[in-house]
T-cell receptor
Framework: DAGVIQSPRHEVTEMGQEVTLRCKPISGHNSLFWYRQTMMRGLELLIYFNNNVPIDDSGMPEDRFSAKMPNASFSTLKIQPSEPRDSAVYFC??????????FGPGTRLTVL | AQSVAQPEDQVNVAEGNPLTVKCTYS??????LFWYVQYPNRGLQFLLK??????LVKGSYGFEAEFNKSQTSFHLKKPSALVSDSALYFC????????????FGKGTKLSVKP
């Protein structure tokens, strides 16, 4: 298995632009998580899905952030409009029930 | 609410010496505890977990962790540190039992010097 796949690996954009991050979880995993990592705040959960249904989105910073999981093999995290304070590394992770999470390599987002 | 605390921002160890990275937890109910490692510019890698059973859990790369219920601790240990162990280590607890998300500590930077 290729593991959790994220794209793009790096994204540089200008303030106000729309950004879409993509994630393909490991096949057979029923939970998917989006985390954000910054030096100041560490690792923060943004949202997670069980069986494609959003369970907890309380970590989504504001309405500019949205996440979807249209099927078991794909999820997106969208920021519209983007701001410099959104610059961070965004991780996607997946897991089967009751076990550890498997993380993707992350997307490093820089908003100028 | 579930939480974990890593009291040390950084741990420095000489190669060949034993290492300990500390973690304490606060949970309601049975704890699901994890350790992850992050190398520079990489994602998090799973090291080990405690769900139930033996208090001493063995994981990847020679690491182990000891679950101590009375002290609510889950310290990560290795008998002999390697320079290649230098990385950022995260303790985590799974919120809401087996289905919930992972709540991470702020991380401890381990530096192993030759």
């Amino acid at each position: 298995d290729a593991g959790v796949i994220q794209s793009p690996r790096h994204e540089v954009t200008e303030m106000g632009q729309e950004v879409t991050l993509r994630c393909k979880p490991i096949s057979g995993h029923n939970s998917l998580f989006w985390y954000r990592q910054t030096m100041m705040r560490g690792l923060e959960l943004l949202i997670y899905f069980n069986n494609n249904v959003p369970i907890d989105d309380s970590g989504m910073p504001e309405d500019r952030f949205s996440a979807k999981m249209p099927n078991a093999s794909f999820s997106t995290l969208k920021i519209q409009p983007s701001e410099p304070r959104d610059s961070a590394v965004y991780f996607c992770a997946s897991s089967p029930p009751g076990t550890s999470l498997f993380f993707g390599p992350g997307t490093r987002l820089t908003v100028l | 609410a579930q939480s974990v605390a890593q009291p040390e921002d950084q741990v420095n160890v000489a190669e060949g010496n034993p290492l300990t990275v500390k973690c304490t937890y606060s949970v309601s109910g049975n704890p699901y505890l994890f350790w992850y490692v992050q190398y520079p510019n990489r994602g998090l890698q799973f090291l080990l977990k405690y769900i139930t059973g033996d208090n001493l859990v063995k994981g990847s790369y020679g690491f182990e962790a000891e679950f101590n219920k009375s002290q609510t601790s889950f310290h990560l240990k290795k008998p002999s540190a390697l320079v290649s162990d230098s990385a950022l280590y995260f303790c985590a607890v799974r919120d809401g039992g087996s289905q919930g998300n992972l709540i991470f500590g702020k991380g401890t930077k381990l530096s192993v010097k030759p």
